[in-house]
Nanobody, 118 residues
Framework: VQLVESGGGLVQPGGSVTLSCVAS????????MNWFRQYPGKEREFVAT????????NYRPSVKGRFTISRDNTKNTAFLQMNNLRPEDTAVYYC????????????WGQGTQVTVSS
C-alpha cells in the first residue's frame, strides 16, 4: 500500500495550489479519501473528506469555500485544490485512505509541506 502526495511548496497569501495523492496497493474506488494537516508540535487535524460510493464531501469550517476535494478513480488519485491561501494554512498536508481492509486509522502518505508566506 502506498500513498504519495505531491504539489506542496511555497505560495503567497491569496494564492492557490493543488495537492495530489496517488494511491496503489488497495481498491481505491472503495475507500474514502481524506486530507489532514499538521502544524509543528500539534496533532494532525482533519481538512476534507470525499467518500465512495456516495461521493459524500465534507470540510473543516475554516477551509470551506476555499478548498475543494476531488478524486479520479480511473487514476487512483485524490486532489485537494486550495485557493485564497492564508498564512495559517501553512502545514504539512497528509493524504489518508479509510476503507474495508485498512487499519482503523487508515493508510497514510508521507506528507507534503505547504508554506503560505510573502
Amino acid at each position: 500500500v502506498q500513498l504519495v502526495e505531491s504539489g506542496g511548496g511555497l505560495v503567497q497569501p491569496g494564492g492557490s495550489v493543488t495537492l495530489s495523492c496517488v494511491a496503489s496497493g488497495f481498491a481505491f474506488s472503495r475507500y474514502a479519501m481524506n486530507w489532514f494537516r499538521q502544524y509543528p508540535g500539534k496533532e494532525r487535524e482533519f481538512v476534507a473528506t470525499i467518500g465512495e460510493p456516495d461521493g459524500y464531501i465534507n470540510y473543516r469550517p475554516s477551509v470551506k469555500g476555499r478548498f475543494t476535494i476531488s478524486r479520479d478513480n480511473t487514476k487512483n488519485t485524490a486532489f485537494l485544490q486550495m485557493n485564497n491561501l492564508r498564512p495559517e494554512d501553512t502545514a504539512v498536508y497528509y493524504c489518508n485512505a479509510r476503507g474495508p481492509d485498512a487499519p482503523s486509522s487508515g493508510y497514510w502518505g508521507q506528507g507534503t509541506q505547504v508554506t503560505v508566506s510573502s
